[in-house]
């Protein structure tokens, strides 16, 4: 029986694999894939013209979403999850969509940071966060530690079983021939005692909240671990931002409040219109960020749209003229009826509709689409 592995990555690192007898789907960022074609060698052109290889140039977690196939291992090997991009590929969302596309007694793997002697605090918690998502959909997490960490789930419970001794044999019966994966390497790094008592550290995330879509914690501590070796100061700073709640951005508006009234009281009025431009302007450009962090979350890549939010956003404060009073003061006027109305509307509409068709030929699938009206940017 042919097997089917997905692998989720940004660079070339198949070909130890390729002794198997497998189709193996390789997820690929367009940069490096572009990269490879464009200078190739030796090792890039096997891997990428292997016939048991199907490349493809699209966003893991769409994939995932839109295929029909089942594999029998899907192994994730991206970077920690420092930016929303990335953390997609951590949380609790992306692993109940990669569970559904597992095979029965299917293997996801992924790996994190770790260490040969020992856990600083920041590594420690990322793991632990890691290990805490992976037990909300698989049954099974095993922890193999090292300067690599490398977390194999699975529903199936015969994983835990399996030692040294029984990859070896697998090893030596499928003819698998590999510079670094040798029987030494493999006794080596599965050895109990050397890496039991960092997975019993691991292990210990009982009371580590689940790294999710709308609340990235491994963001923050991915950002915390790389701040601990360039800048220590930020540690803290991270980490009290992680703990930040709700309620407590809605105190601090709150209290914010309570001070300009009692600032305010007994002064002139114009106070309050400074606090109003204040408050509204930064409502409107926190809301801006989370539309775009929000995009970031769910379809991983943003910068084709964000000149058109930025387009919608100027539109919107735009769309109501204003003029000056006597004071200086600005104040928004009502927009005349008739022909000054009209020309306000068909002056907005235009820029709504210049701002998107320029934003949607920006982007590779509507570019190809709409080719009667992007000239000179198909297929680019």
């Given at each position: 029986?042919?097997?089917?592995?997905?692998?989720?990555?940004?660079?070339?690192?198949?070909?130890?694999?390729?002794?198997?007898?497998?189709?193996?789907?390789?997820l690929w960022i367009r940069s490096f894939i572009e990269t490879f074609r464009r200078f190739p060698t030796g090792l890039t052109e096997y891997e990428l013209n292997h016939p048991q290889v199907a490349s493809?140039?699209?966003?893991?977690?769409?994939?995932?979403?839109?295929?029909?196939?089942?594999?029998?291992?899907?192994?994730?090997?991206?970077?920690?999850?420092?930016?929303?991009?990335?953390?997609?590929?951590?949380?609790?969302?992306?692993?109940?969509?990669?569970?559904?596309?597992?095979?029965?007694?299917?293997?996801?793997?992924?790996?994190?940071?770790?260490?040969?002697?020992?856990?600083?605090?920041?590594?420690?918690?990322?793991?632990?966060?890691?290990?805490?998502?992976?037990?909300?959909?698989?049954?099974?997490?095993?922890?193999?530690?090292?300067?690599?960490?490398?977390?194999?789930?699975?529903?199936?419970?015969?994983?835990?079983?399996?030692?040294?001794?029984?990859?070896?044999e697998r090893l030596h019966a499928r003819s698998i021939a590999a510079d670094l994966i040798s029987a030494p390497y493999l006794r080596y790094r599965t050895d109990p005692r050397r890496i039991a008592s960092?997975?019993?550290?691991?292990?210990?995330?009982?009371?580590?909240?689940?790294?999710?879509?709308?609340?990235?914690?491994?963001?923050?501590?991915?950002?915390?671990?790389?701040?601990?070796?360039?800048?220590?100061?930020?540690?803290?700073?991270?980490?009290?931002?992680?703990?930040?709640?709700?309620?407590?951005?809605?105190?601090?508006?709150?209290?914010?409040?309570?001070?300009?009234?009692?600032?305010?009281?007994?002064?002139?009025?114009?106070?309050?219109?400074?606090?109003?431009?204040?408050?509204?302007?930064?409502?409107?450009?926190?809301?801006?960020?989370?539309?775009?962090?929000?995009?970031?979350?769910?379809?991983?890549?943003?910068?084709?749209?964000?000149?058109?939010?930025?387009?919608?956003?100027?539109?919107?404060?735009?769309?109501?003229?204003?003029?000056?009073?006597?004071?200086?003061?600005?104040?928004?006027?009502?927009?005349?009826?008739?022909?000054?109305?009209?020309?306000?509307?068909?002056?907005?509409?235009?820029?709504?509709?210049?701002?998107?068709?320029?934003?949607?030929?920006?982007?590779?699938?509507?570019?190809?689409?709409?080719?009667?009206?992007?000239?000179?940017?198909?297929?680019?």
């Amino acid at each position: 029986m042919v097997s089917r592995r997905l692998f989720l990555q940004q660079a070339c690192c198949a070909g130890a694999t390729l002794g198997l007898a497998c189709v193996l789907g390789v997820l690929w960022i367009r940069s490096f894939i572009e990269t490879f074609r464009r200078f190739p060698t030796g090792l890039t052109e096997y891997e990428l013209n292997h016939p048991q290889v199907a490349s493809r140039l699209v966003e893991g977690r769409r994939w995932l979403r839109e295929t029909g196939a089942r594999y029998d291992l899907i192994l994730v090997n991206l970077p920690i999850p420092a930016t929303l991009q990335l953390n997609r590929y951590y949380t609790l969302e992306f692993f109940r969509l990669a569970q559904q596309r597992l095979k029965p007694g299917g293997i996801l793997a992924i790996n994190l940071p770790g260490s040969e002697t020992v856990l600083t605090p920041e590594l420690k918690a990322l793991n632990q966060t890691l290990h805490a998502t992976l037990r909300g959909v698989f049954a099974q997490v095993r922890i193999v530690a090292g300067d690599q960490n490398l977390f194999v789930a699975s529903t199936d419970p015969a994983i835990a079983s399996v030692g040294p001794d029984q990859l070896v044999e697998r090893l030596h019966a499928r003819s698998i021939a590999a510079d670094l994966i040798s029987a030494p390497y493999l006794r080596y790094r599965t050895d109990p005692r050397r890496i039991a008592s960092f997975e019993r550290d691991i292990a210990a995330s009982g009371h580590q909240p689940p790294n999710r879509d709308m609340h990235p914690r491994g963001v923050t501590q991915a950002l915390a671990y790389l701040n601990s070796v360039v800048s220590p100061f930020m540690v803290g700073f991270l980490a009290a931002i992680e703990h930040v709640r709700l309620v407590h951005w809605l105190a601090a508006i709150a209290a914010a409040t309570l001070l300009a009234l009692h600032v305010q009281h007994g002064r002139r009025p114009r106070l309050f219109l400074g606090y109003a431009i204040a408050t509204t302007g930064f409502a409107s450009m926190l809301l801006y960020l989370l539309l775009i962090f929000s995009l970031q979350i769910h379809y991983g890549h943003v910068y084709h749209y964000i000149g058109l939010l930025t387009a919608l956003f100027m539109l919107g404060a735009d769309a109501l003229p204003d003029s000056r009073s006597s004071s200086g003061v600005v104040t928004a006027r009502r927009v005349g009826t008739s022909p000054e109305r009209m020309r306000a509307t068909s002056r907005a509409a235009s820029k709504l509709i210049s701002a998107t068709a320029s934003q949607f030929c920006n982007i590779p699938a509507w570019r190809r689409r709409w080719s009667s009206i992007c000239p000179g940017r198909v297929g680019g």
